[in-house]
């Protein structure tokens, strides 16, 4: 191990032969700039030799929770030994998941244990970008809950309830979580961060995360533990300093590209097995941590050159240039055949192997079903149909992408203007079509509140209560300042013609839109004392208007969820924007607020600390009452977005 005081001492280096390899390949991925993501997504798809694994892997095998991340992690268990000798003989493990969203690995590790190691005593614990909490950014994370919405009290989302690994305190939390639970003899990280904006430098966006990744897996695991970390490629000092360092640390380090992984990207896995128990890892915490989750990590390097030796360097651009070179003729090849698509010929081929691949993995990995009552969610997951609204959503080449940067404002608009006909007007299917919807109160309902804390909301990146592309376009217009300049400008007083609900209304609230200049908990607050005022004033059997109500954060749908479900004999969702609540029942029923307000009051000093929830996510984000809440959304901002490109196209 190179001298402590050496290290994060010199600024970052180069390996002219890495420099040399990297070169090659951003030249092979830069032919691709001008293709449409989309297209080209669909078309190697097609092109992947091991394309048809999952599909006969559903037929023949129908997993828990099958996706790529599935297979993939299926493979490196098989691979290698990765339940250690100590596990086997103790028949005990723990296993920590980081970076796990939506969760396959587990539900892969789990499939592995019940065929492999049958009567292993195995806990878990996982940790991912929070997706239930709004300020964290939909392109640096997977919003897909299905699995961890059944198993919330397995992951963790640190100290600040964000799940960001890149946060000290949250990664000893995690850390703290997981050895309470025994021996960690398994760590996987499965992160990586949206490069679509720099696809030339994946590697130097996402080492920061890896770097995080590696020193929390160090502090959890045991002695004899395996650690499977995903990483890109191996051409920077930080990729190659962490390599070094973790090969100091286990007794073998193993370079591995699942056949699952999809071919012409970047993607292997590092498979390091058998922890050494010989090195005091304590001395070392203080110069991992003064690095951890800073901007400084990227500007020194871990270990200068000169401490690593030649040979391990060699070791090293070998491994690069063996998967680089295997990246660059794939992509080679699928530029072929895309420009050769009418060669029939070339498709049977590819079909074949196809079929081959796919009947190989299944007979390699001896792979069988197991029962339902072996699965970790006993089958639930089979029957279960939610809809995931925030899928991982691109479109466009890298080129189209880069020219909007560029754009005059009119060309933007026109752009922007596009995207709205052509997918969000043409898809009724989410928005609500009648004038209201409504939805009545839940008689049988017994409501317990249960406070979620954690940092305050910024701004709303993200909700798991719309329908990701329309928030992203809603986003995109306000991004750019001269049209948010505009929209705030010209942005209506918002009076309420109560005369187009057909409803008795008693009292209407009309709440200030979001002006940008306070944090957004700030704002969201004041509306919630704004709120329960106007409600303290309703007498019984009186209809309340909510005008300019945000019900994209899960403090203001719990809020709402309290009132239609207990306080109001119905609630109505009106295609305009507004919802009505109808028919005050009990003002005694107030008390749920008022413990709210309390809470409120407790958290405004504390800078670090707010709340963002009142009740769990599996009351609020499930049934009728989140698809009209979703639904609702959709259509409030379909609508804001419409109004507000009319109303820039007439200023500029």
């Not at 045991?222 to 390599?243: D, N, Q, Y």
Request: charged share 20%; aromatic share 12%; net charge neutral.
């Amino acid at each position: 191990m190179p001298d402590r005081e050496s290290w994060f001492t010199t600024p970052p280096w180069k390996v002219k032969a890495l420099e040399s390899l990297k070169t090659r390949l951003n030249f092979h991925k830069s032919q691709l700039n001008d293709f449409s993501i989309e297209e080209w997504s669909s078309h190697t798809r097609r092109r992947n030799p091991a394309g048809e694994v999952g599909w006969k892997v559903r037929c023949l095998i129908n997993p828990e929770f099958l996706t790529q991340a599935w297979t993939k992690f299926y493979e490196c268990a098989c691979t290698y030994s990765i339940v250690s000798k100590e596990a086997s003989i103790s028949r005990k493990m723990v296993s920590l998941h980081l970076c796990e969203a939506p969760g396959a690995f587990i539900t892969s590790m789990n499939h592995y244990l019940k065929l492999n190691h049958q009567d292993m005593q195995w806990k878990w614990v996982a940790n991912t970008l929070n997706p239930y909490y709004e300020g964290n950014s939909p392109s640096n994370m997977i919003s897909d809950d299905r699995f961890m919405f059944h198993t919330l009290d397995s992951w963790h989302f640190g100290v600040d309830n964000t799940g960001n690994l890149m946060n000290w305190e949250n990664s000893q939390a995690i850390v703290k979580k997981a050895n309470s639970l025994g021996k960690v003899m398994l760590v996987t990280a499965d992160g990586s961060i949206d490069c679509l904006q720099k696809p030339d430098a994946q590697e130097e966006v996402t080492s920061p995360l890896h770097y995080c990744e590696i020193v929390t897996a160090l502090q959890t695991l045991s002695p004899g533990g395996t650690l499977i970390f995903k990483l890109f490629t191996i051409f920077e000092h930080s990729t190659v300093c962490l390599l070094y360092l973790i090969n100091h640390l286990f007794k073998e380090v193993n370079i591995y590209k699942p056949v699952t992984s999809r071919q012409g990207n970047s993607e292997v896995y590092a498979i390091c097995l058998r922890y050494k128990d010989n090195i005091n890892l304590d001395e070392y915490i203080p110069i991992l941590k003064s690095m951890y989750g800073t901007e400084l990590y990227s500007k020194t390097a871990l270990f200068p050159l000169e401490a690593i030796p030649e040979s391990f360097l060699k070791q090293v651009e070998e491994c690069a240039y063996y998967f680089s070179s295997v990246q660059c003729h794939v992509i080679n090849n699928n530029l072929q055949a895309y420009l050769m698509q009418k060669n029939i010929a070339l498709h049977r081929d590819m079909k074949k192997i196809r079929g081959i691949v796919a009947s190989e993995f299944i007979w390699k990995y001896n792979l069988k079903p197991i029962e339902f009552e072996q699965e970790i969610l006993k089958g639930a997951l089979h029957e279960e149909n939610k809809i995931n609204t925030n899928p991982r959503y691109h479109r466009g080449s890298y080129t189209e992408r880069q020219l909007y940067s560029k754009m005059s404002l009119k060309e933007k608009l026109k752009n922007l203007n596009a995207f709205l006909q052509a997918e969000l007007l043409s898809n009724p299917l989410i928005l609500i079509n009648e004038p209201i919807r409504w939805m009545l109160k839940d008689k049988n309902i017994k409501l317990e509140i249960v406070f979620t804390y954690g940092l305050p909301l910024q701004k709303v990146n993200s909700s798991k209560f719309i329908f990701v592309p329309i928030f992203r376009l809603y986003q995109q217009i306000l991004a750019e300042e001269e049209f948010k300049e505009i929209i705030l400008q010209k942005q209506s007083k918002g009076q309420v013609n109560v005369n187009e609900i057909e409803s008795d209304i008693s009292k209407v609230l009309l709440l200030p839109e979001y002006q940008y200049k306070d944090s957004y908990n700030v704002y969201e607050k004041k509306c919630f004392k704004s709120l329960l005022s106007i409600l303290k004033e309703l007498g019984n059997g009186e209809t309340l208007l909510l005008k300019n109500f945000s019900t994209l954060t899960h403090f203001n749908v719990s809020t709402l969820y309290i009132l239609s479900k207990v306080c109001f004999e119905k609630t109505g969702f009106a295609s305009c924007g507004n919802i009505i609540l109808s028919n005050f029942q009990d003002k005694s029923l107030l008390n749920f607020l008022d413990i709210i307000d309390i809470e409120c009051d407790k958290c405004r000093c504390d800078k670090s600390k707010d709340i963002l929830n009142n009740l769990p996510v599996q009351v609020t984000n499930d049934g009728e009452f989140f698809n009209n809440i979703v639904f609702y959304n959709n259509t409030f901002y379909r609508n804001k977005c419409m109004e507000y490109l009319y109303t820039i196209e007439k200023s500029i």
